[in-house]
């Protein structure tokens, strides 16, 4: 039995039985193409069956053509689309799994850029992300938005999904008319709660009868709007009653927030603590009989099964932590926790990439997004215990198993390890520093980022688990490749920090990024930080020195500072806590020199330079790379190197987890 029995038992969901609590919630992946689910899709669902999810609910699929607020959304009104469906299907009943489809219309959170077309809503109310204003729907098109959740529902069924789940939550149609922010309606759609409701209601019993009692069918609600005039709990609470009541539905899922104006507490980044939104299902838990599924950045299966112990919920929705590691569950259920390669919450290459119009990646996970490649190449995802979700331990004999010595164990040099061990290859790791985890170790000492230093952890407990050393204190020169006599030189050594023209190194008052986080320097009193990247270096040094009892100011070239902390979803949280602690953020501003008067700054807008006194000068600049060893080595031309990550050009994480498995992978 596994050690978390209340993860572990199996449940009914009308029709159908999930064999675990764990759901891997719907959530957008950018893998359309033209409308329709691909083989990415395919692959990306049956990886995580395989790796023992218990239900599997897709991404949100469109109801009507008016519908179509992104680019590579799912047409599911489409009879075209039934052949991706069925091979998605099929790839996940392989493996046991039961697989639902969400099925939705945003609404007036949407533009008509793609459709040409007027975007639908409830009332004319302009959302405030996309500020188009809607038209307002009139009888007739609500009855072709219902005939359009049906017909979508009868694809879906024949396209062999197990369920259909209703999207009425943080971006739908549905949730428009039930929010008294966004219904203005005074006709039989508008006012009071019931009528309100009234289309969700339409839409539960159409699509129960074109699905028949064979399919599960859930309805995911949003708990709280989280804006002024929005749904409210007690409100949300009413309406899973009235869907109770229809007794048509098996399942109640949950949600919190609004996609566009509330987004950053629906894909909470670290800075929100994990559970943030489990008030929402306890409290409809304890007003309905049907099973409610809990959402809000459950890392771990210790947190999950806890909520399900409690009470507060009956099946857990873990996305995230699938997507770091398809094996989340085969792994919990085995009581192999540590094994788990953990979500950092970090948004980069999942919420990130989304609202940049990329496929959905993990910054810690080169092979999510890359299943359908991976399985073209023959290939099977480990977990982070090199094993495949049967428990069977991948290693993959190359053609001639090499020695490779790997210098640096930050990112970029434990992945090109890990990879390179999967290859085959017999690796050393060895680290200048007393610990491994270059960088990112340091990133992690800064107020609210402790969870990065989960992709150390992470990183580490892949390399022990397949025997891979990791040597700390040992630096390398060509001497010490010469005595240990390596086939290949992976070289991982990083970056260093760079200073613009203007920042004398002499000058005892400016001190860079790195030498506040390793504590070589401590600025005292009025600190100007140069914020030149635009990410959370700058924020997050601001928010420590602030916390110490320094009067701060981030100067920005950017119109924001953080600029970047957007499509992660930090900047609300940043925002808040800056004006909170007194930082003061200063944007459209370049730094053009330094002497005895201060900081020479021009506002680049009005081309006014102004003087900024201060104590001292934090430097959050970009760096260079420390390439030294691969270029003496590759002079040399004794031995085979390679150089990866921020050795190469320093980027972000992801960058140098993507250039180490590259690299192992291919030597």
């Not at 050594?493 to 000058?507: E, F, I, L, V």
């Not at 701060?552 to 900047?571: A, F, H, I, R």
């Not at 081309?607 to 003496?632: K, M, N």
Request: charged residues 20%; negative net charge.
């Amino acid at each position: 039995m596994s050690r978390y029995r209340h993860l572990f038992s199996p449940l009914r969901l009308g029709p159908v039985t999930v064999a675990n609590r764990i759901v891997f919630s719907a959530h957008l992946t950018n893998y359309a193409e033209d409308g329709l689910p691909t083989e990415q899709h395919a692959a990306y669902y049956a990886t995580r069956a395989a790796g023992g999810t218990g239900l599997i609910i897709t991404e949100e699929h469109s109801v009507h053509p008016t519908d179509w607020p992104y680019e590579k959304l799912i047409h599911g009104f489409s009879r075209n689309a039934i052949p991706g469906y069925r091979r998605i299907t099929e790839a996940v009943h392989r493996h046991g799994v039961p697989i639902f489809a969400q099925i939705n219309h945003n609404g007036g959170q949407a533009s008509g850029m793609f459709s040409r077309l007027p975007v639908w809503a409830p009332s004319a109310v302009a959302d405030p992300l996309f500020r188009e204003v809607p038209k307002a729907v009139s009888h007739a098109e609500i009855n072709e938005i219902v005939a359009g959740y049906a017909k979508t529902a009868g694809h879906c069924a024949e396209g062999g999904f197990d369920g259909i789940e209703l999207q009425c939550s943080h971006s739908s149609i549905v949730r428009g008319f039930l929010s008294p922010a966004t219904n203005r309606r005074t006709d039989d759609y508008g006012g009071p709660l019931a009528n309100r409701a009234r289309l969700l209601d339409e839409i539960v019993r159409a699509v129960r009868a074109a699905i028949g009692p064979g399919l599960a069918l859930g309805v995911r609600l949003c708990g709280d709007e989280l804006i002024e005039g929005g749904i409210t709990l007690d409100e949300c609470v009413a309406v899973a009653r009235l869907v109770e009541a229809t007794g048509a539905v098996d399942y109640i899922n949950t949600s919190i927030g609004t996609a566009t104006s509330t987004l950053y507490m629906i894909e909470a980044s670290m800075a929100v603590p994990p559970g943030y939104a489990l008030f929402i299902p306890s409290a409809i838990r304890g007003a309905v009989d049907l099973p409610v599924v809990g959402v809000g950045r459950f890392k771990d299966p210790l947190q999950a099964d806890r909520a399900l112990a409690d009470g507060h919920c009956d099946l857990i929705g873990i996305v995230r932590g699938q997507i770091a590691d398809a094996n989340f569950a085969r792994l919990a259920r085995a009581g192999a926790t540590d094994s788990i390669r953990l979500c950092l919450s970090c948004n980069q290459e999942c919420v990130g990439r989304m609202g940049l119009n990329r496929w959905l990646g993990c910054i810690e996970n080169p092979l999510t997004g890359r299943e359908a490649i991976r399985a073209a190449e023959g290939s099977v995802e480990p977990g982070p215990d090199g094993r495949d979700p049967a428990g069977t331990l991948i290693l993959r004999a190359p053609v001639k198993p090499k020695d490779v010595l790997v210098v640096g164990a930050g990112p970029a040099g434990m992945q090109a390890a890990i990879s390179a061990h999967r290859a085959g290859h017999r690796v050393t790791v060895v680290e200048a520093a007393d610990e491994p985890g270059g960088q990112v170790r340091l990133a992690a000492v800064v107020p609210g980022r402790a969870e990065f230093a989960d992709l150390v952890r992470n990183q580490l407990a892949e390399l022990r688990a397949l025997g891979v050393a990791v040597k700390t204190g040992v630096r390398v020169g060509v001497d010490y490749v010469r005595d240990h006599r390596p086939d290949v030189v992976v070289v991982a050594t990083g970056s260093r920090p760079a200073r613009p023209w203007w920042a004398n190194s002499d000058d005892l008052r400016v001190a860079t990024l790195r030498a506040v986080l390793d504590g070589s320097a401590s600025p005292t009193g009025r600190v100007v930080i140069v914020d030149e990247i635009g990410f959370h270096h700058a924020p997050s040094v601001a928010e420590l020195l602030a916390d110490r009892g320094c009067q701060v100011e981030v100067l920005s070239p950017d119109m924001q500072v953080g600029q970047g902390l957007g499509v992660t979803l930090d900047s609300e949280g940043w925002n808040i806590r800056a004006a909170r602690k007194g930082i003061t953020q200063t944007t459209d501003s370049v730094v053009l020199g330094l002497d005895d008067t201060g900081l020479q700054v021009l506002f680049h807008p009005t081309g006014v330079t102004t003087a900024r006194p201060f104590d001292h000068v934090v430097l959050a600049v970009p760096e260079e790379p420390d390439d030294d060893l691969y270029r003496t080595l590759r002079d040399t031309g004794e031995v085979a190197v390679h150089r990866i990550g921020d050795c190469v050009a320093p980027r972000r994480a992801h960058a140098a987890v993507i250039d180490g498995d590259r690299i192992g992978r291919n030597l």
